[in-house]
């Protein structure tokens, strides 16, 4: 799950995609790799720290039905991560290679913004179904989410789809709409780069104030139209990756 720039609510997003496909029964996995700005363990309400194996490995935190780990989760509060490049890219394959995930279906990986060492690290130390874009409407997040794709796309990780958070403000008391950050900007820009729309999700204080307590909108207030919203978008993003898989065995075969 990446974004082009930071402030488009890319870990929320992350958080609330995870939980609604481990909801349907699906083993999911979230990889909190925003060395910088961890905040899935926030989001999700974890305070918890993993334990070790035998054999020194770690044993991610189960929260919610999923598993997760984060580097939130070895931090005191208040610390900043000060690192080159080498140290990100061993921090990836710490948590990929050494971490006891067991059979999962899914395991999301909520990346830090833009196009640095994580997300080359990333993709170039295990094989990718693929990558989600985030973005809000405005013209500037969008032109930076480009830059996001044309990353992904010359290192051979095919994007799956575009995600537009924040896209319109419903007030719960007239129901008058506003498109306070404009609206439909992703789903052009996807569609002109030949790229699924995944959804949008809407500008909704009880997003924001669900994931400050730690328990998302998902759970929180399944019924809510910001929830059905983060619902709909996992059934599309699911679907893609069943496409993907598919085509990865035909071609194969």
């Given at each position: 799950?990446?974004?082009?720039?930071g402030?488009?609510?890319?870990?929320?997003?992350?958080?609330?995609?995870?939980?609604?496909?481990?909801?349907?029964?699906?083993r999911?996995?979230?990889?909190?790799?925003?060395?910088?700005g961890?905040?899935?363990?926030?989001?999700?309400?974890?305070?918890?720290?993993?334990?070790?194996?035998?054999q020194?490995?770690?044993?991610?935190?189960?929260?919610h039905?999923m598993?997760?780990?984060?580097m939130?989760?070895?931090?005191?509060?208040?610390?900043?991560?000060?690192?080159?490049?080498?140290?990100l890219?061993?921090?990836?394959?710490?948590?990929?290679?050494?971490?006891e995930?067991?059979?999962?279906?899914?395991l999301?990986?909520?990346?830090?913004p833009?196009?640095?060492d994580?997300?080359?690290?990333?993709?170039?130390?295990i094989?990718?179904?693929?990558a989600?874009?985030?973005?809000?409407?405005?013209?500037?997040?969008?032109?930076?989410?480009?830059?996001?794709?044309?990353?992904?796309?010359?290192?051979?990780?095919?994007v799956?789809?575009?995600?537009?958070?924040?896209s319109?403000?419903?007030?719960?008391?007239?129901?008058?709409?506003e498109?306070?950050?404009?609206?439909?900007?992703?789903?052009?820009?996807?569609?002109?780069?030949g790229?699924?729309?995944?959804g949008?999700?809407?500008?909704?204080?009880?997003?924001?104030?669900?994931?400050?307590?730690?328990?998302p909108i998902?759970?929180?207030?399944?019924?809510?139209p910001?929830?059905?919203?983060?619902?709909?978008?996992?059934e599309?993003?699911?679907?893609?990756?069943?496409?993907?898989?598919?085509?990865?065995?035909a071609?194969?075969?």
């Amino acid at each position: 799950i990446a974004s082009g720039k930071g402030g488009v609510g890319k870990s929320t997003v992350s958080a609330n995609l995870a939980l609604a496909l481990a909801k349907t029964g699906a083993r999911v996995g979230l990889m909190d790799a925003d060395v910088y700005g961890p905040s899935i363990p926030t989001l999700l309400g974890i305070t918890a720290q993993p334990e070790m194996t035998e054999q020194q490995r770690l044993v991610p935190v189960t929260q919610h039905g999923m598993k997760v780990i984060s580097m939130a989760m070895f931090m005191k509060p208040g610390d900043a991560i000060i690192w080159r490049g080498p140290m990100l890219h061993k921090t990836v394959q710490q948590f990929l290679g050494n971490v006891e995930w067991g059979e999962l279906d899914y395991l999301l990986v909520d990346l830090p913004p833009g196009t640095g060492d994580v997300q080359l690290s990333l993709c170039q130390s295990i094989p990718i179904t693929g990558a989600v874009i985030v973005s809000t409407p405005q013209d500037v997040a969008l032109n930076v989410a480009q830059k996001a794709i044309v990353m992904f796309t010359k290192l051979n990780v095919p994007v799956l789809g575009v995600i537009e958070n924040m896209s319109a403000y419903t007030c719960p008391h007239c129901g008058k709409r506003e498109d306070i950050f404009g609206s439909g900007g992703a789903r052009k820009t996807a569609e002109r780069l030949g790229i699924p729309f995944l959804g949008e999700i809407p500008l909704a204080t009880t997003i924001r104030e669900t994931s400050d307590a730690g328990t998302p909108i998902v759970l929180a207030d399944p019924n809510s139209p910001s929830a059905k919203a983060f619902v709909t978008i996992a059934e599309n993003l699911a679907a893609q990756a069943s496409i993907r898989a598919m085509s990865q065995q035909a071609q194969q075969v």
